[in-house]
């Protein structure tokens, strides 16, 4: 038979089960460039050392793509392109504050390079193509809305065996 402290330490187990720690997927875009130009991307990652923000070693996807215009023409890069990532995950923007920054490829001399924030010495965006030494730029924040997360499969799991074990408790009294 089972008593109330039984149920209760299902009730706790259940949720620290389904509380597991996922990572939450951003979708990110900065608008403003010559042209209407856009930047599109997402990122999915945790704030894992706890210390307020996401960062690139804390990330297990990245990617984004440039639209392009005559300045620097249409490119995507993706995690292994990421020089500098620095997020507060708490706010809907990122680049008017530091530490944060987006930058990738940055420091190359060829191919192509984005880099956005305070962290990397301005507010707003560049996009540059540093063969032909060109850029594109905006004062424009970058914009980040956080993507709905389903609930795991435990959670759904647990509820129904809770509702079971309540079922058989009410049957017995």
Avoid: C, H
């Avoid at 440039?66 to 249409?74: F, H, K, R």
């Avoid at 730029?137 to 993507?147: E, F, G, M, R």
């Amino acid at each position: 038979m089972m008593n109330f402290k039984s149920l209760i330490a299902a009730i706790i187990i259940g949720f620290m089960m389904a509380s597991t720690a996922q990572a939450s997927l951003y979708n990110f875009s900065q608008t403003g460039f010559e042209e209407g130009a856009t930047i599109s991307g997402s990122f999915e990652g945790n704030d894992i050392n706890s210390n307020g923000l996401i960062q690139q070693d804390e990330l297990s996807s990245f990617s984004f793509s440039w639209s392009g215009n005559s300045l620097v023409s249409a490119f995507s890069q993706n995690l292994t392109d990421l020089t500098f990532l620095s997020y507060n995950p708490s706010r809907s923007v990122l680049g008017d504050v530091d530490p944060e920054i987006l930058a990738s490829n940055w420091f190359t001399t060829t191919g192509f390079a984005y880099v956005s924030g305070v962290g990397a010495g301005s507010q707003g965006g560049s996009v540059l193509d540093m063969t032909l030494g060109t850029e594109s730029a905006t004062t424009n924040l970058v914009q980040i809305t956080p993507s709905a997360v389903p609930l795991p499969g435990a959670i759904w799991l647990f509820s129904s065996a809770l509702l079971g074990f309540i079922g058989v408790k009410r049957r017995k009294i």
